[in-house]
């Protein structure tokens, strides 16, 4: 995955006409923060000292070494703070962030905390630029969003997270493991949904993660992790996990889903450990008599990038609904397999106009398929995929 985010594409299709100062706010906010990105790393050390003398408590909500997070939270505030104009997209991702952070221990008097460092950190950061309207339309928008995240946390019967023991772990390639987990407690989530997770090798580091089936009667959840190279989490979780770990779980978060009801037939397009929540969701369709047809594109770099493909084959060998559509982008003369990136494959098949589609991999698979899709003609209202992710 690349470090950069999702450019933010619609996700509801329904672009709602931006009233003349929301947009204004948004325009200040996006041509400031041009100014100021290069500074991240001046911005975050300013902010957490900040906010660690405002707030001492929220210390330890951060990991001890702080430069596993690099300026995460600075990145992931201003990433949210500039798509204040698409409320539609934003306010169900808030609510279920704001019950997310719940398992800190965030207070009300946390957001505040977190608002003034922010703009103290910019402020000092920009200087002469800083104008009283800047400084109105960065506070505004905080405030927004601030106040949705702690009214979804305010009504939340739920435990702030869940305790889940390993119950196996399981290497399916040098750099990608299998892990089952059962938790205390069923955790209320729907398939194709992702939650964030603490493993003990990394304590403080949260990390999200798809389970890979559909809720189950003995509550247990399979994730498939992959290392990626310096990775802080994912490496600990493939090399070092053992059974009887306990792991905590945070809230579901995500919109992935198939609507049964919409008439339509379904394209999915899964590149790597994007399959498994797409998994998940077949898995849970697998549970119907009758269903959409559902064509599934899974795509990696090369043959071993696609560990799940003998599992999706086996349950498309007894789901007639299910096709799975292998592509691979180096690997000619494979029989069976497409050859190119996922965006090339499926768009040679035009533009899906009648199918519900839903995208998951990478941000960088997801913006390329997204846009490529579009620019073939695929109405924008029905590509599903879950944006607003940092990483
Ligand atoms: C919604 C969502 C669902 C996810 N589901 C899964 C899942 O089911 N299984 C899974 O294995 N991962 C999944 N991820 C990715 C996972 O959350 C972590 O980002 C990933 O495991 C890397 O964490 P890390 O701590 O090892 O790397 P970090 O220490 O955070 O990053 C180390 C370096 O690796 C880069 N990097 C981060 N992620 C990737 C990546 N995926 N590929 C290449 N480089 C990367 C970073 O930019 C950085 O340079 C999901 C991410 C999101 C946003
Ligand atoms: C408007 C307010 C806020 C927004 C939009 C927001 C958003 C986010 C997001 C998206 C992440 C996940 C980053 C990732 O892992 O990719 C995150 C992580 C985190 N947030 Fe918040 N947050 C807000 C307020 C707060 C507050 C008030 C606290 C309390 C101090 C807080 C503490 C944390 C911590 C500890 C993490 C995990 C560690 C880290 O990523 O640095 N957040 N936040």
Known sequence: MTADPISPIPQSGRVREVPPAVAAMVDLIRQTWRQAEPYTPEISQFFYGMLFTLAPATRDFFPINMESQRGRLVRALVHIIQLVDRPDDLAPFLRQLGRDHRKFGVVPKHYEAVGTALLAALKRQ??????????????????IIARSMQEAAGKDTNPPCWLATVAEHRRLSWDLALVRVEPEQQVPYEAGQYMSIEVPQRPRLWRYLSPANAPRPDGSLEFHVRAVEGGWVSRAIVSHTQSGDVWRIGQPMGRLAVNRESGRDVLMIAGGTGAAPLRAILDNLAQWGENPKVTLFYGGASREDLYDL??????????????????VEHGEGLPGFAHGTLADVVTQHGAWPEHDVLVSGSPAMIRATVSRMLVAGTPLDRIRYDPFTID
């Open 126 to 143: 920009l200087g002469d630029v800083w104008t009283p309207p800047v400084e109105r339309a960065w506070a505004e928008a905080y405030t």
């Open 310 to 327: 003998e599992q999706l084959r086996a349950l498309a060998s007894t789901n007639p609904w299910l096709t799975v559509c292998p592509v």
